[in-house]
């Protein structure tokens, strides 16, 4: 197994994290610093991570959140904030194994509320992050003010906005216009407040209903359960 997967896949940090490793000389095998990026992994190396030994996962957990407000998509905040593993510790305080390496497949940001998957498959979450995937997801989303006919075709021709040209898949405009579900497989930092801010709106609400094939399906916010590997592979295939 490539060096770069067998971090991965022992819920370390995602493939692209691990090449940073091995190239900062932070990986070991067998009391060897490795900084070639294509070592492979024989059954009986061992490999660590600052001295701490490092093995795959073989129980992996894929679990769904419906995101509450004002919770960081991060494993931990330096500032103190609640992450969502926060919301997690019951089903996680109790492992002693390296499966308890839950992580946020993606970001929501602080006040983005919705779906987001957290899992310990390395593999996976590289996959699913990958712009060639390109994941569909969908949100609702609350403006200041009803939204302009003409800013509801710049939607859907697209913006120039300052990290590059963007728009949506699709939009659904609600009676008021100050309610809009949008579809998109962008995965860019904030990308739809900013559009909305370029255009002059500022978004009050934003909630993400749908990912890669999810739904809610009755779960509440703050609510999570677990999902299996096939559900997520599975819905994957039907935008």
């Given amino acids: 197994m490539r060096l770069n997967k067998y971090l991965s896949s022992s819920g370390l940090c995602s493939r692209r994290k691990a090449d940073i490793l091995i ?21 009986n190396d061992i490999v660590k991570y600052k001295g701490k030994i490092i093995k795959p996962i073989t129980n992996y957990k894929y679990i769904l959140l419906n995101k509450p407000k004002n919770y960081i998509c991060s494993c931990h ?10 919301i ?8 002693k194994d390296n499966s308890n390496k839950i992580y946020p497949v993606g970001r929501l940001d602080r006040n983005t509320t919705g779906l987001l998957l957290l899992t310990n ?3 996976l979450a590289h ?3 990958h712009p060639s995937s390109e994941i569909v997801k969908k949100y609702n989303v609350i ?3 009803p939204l302009d006919i003409k800013d509801e075709k710049n939607l859907l021709k697209g913006v120039s906005l300052e990290d590059g040209y963007f ?9 008021n216009r100050k309610e809009i579900n949008v579809k998109m497989h962008s995965g860019r930092n904030r990308i739809i407040r900013r559009t909305f801010e370029y255009l002059g709106y500022n978004v009050k609400f934003l909630d993400r209903y749908y990912y890669c094939g999810l739904t ?9 359960k677990f999902i299996s590997k096939k559900e997520i592979t599975n819905n994957n295939n039907s935008n």
């Avoid at 809610?216 to 999570?224: F, I, P, R, S």
């Fill in 88 to 95: 997690l510790k019951p089903i996680l305080k109790n492992n």
């Fill in 77 to 86: 905040d330096d500032r103190g904030r609640k992450t969502v593993l926060d």
């Fill in 127 to 129: 996959k699913l992050t």
């Fill in 23 to 43: 190239s900062n000389g932070d990986i070991s095998i067998n009391g060897h610093i490795i900084t070639e990026l294509g070592t492979d992994v024989k059954d």
């Fill in 121 to 123: 498959d390395g593999d």
């Fill in 143 to 145: 403006l200041d003010k």
């Fill in 167 to 175: 728009k949506f898949d699709d939009i659904k405009i609600f009676e």
């Fill in 216 to 224: 809610k399906d009755n779960l509440n916010v703050g609510e999570y």
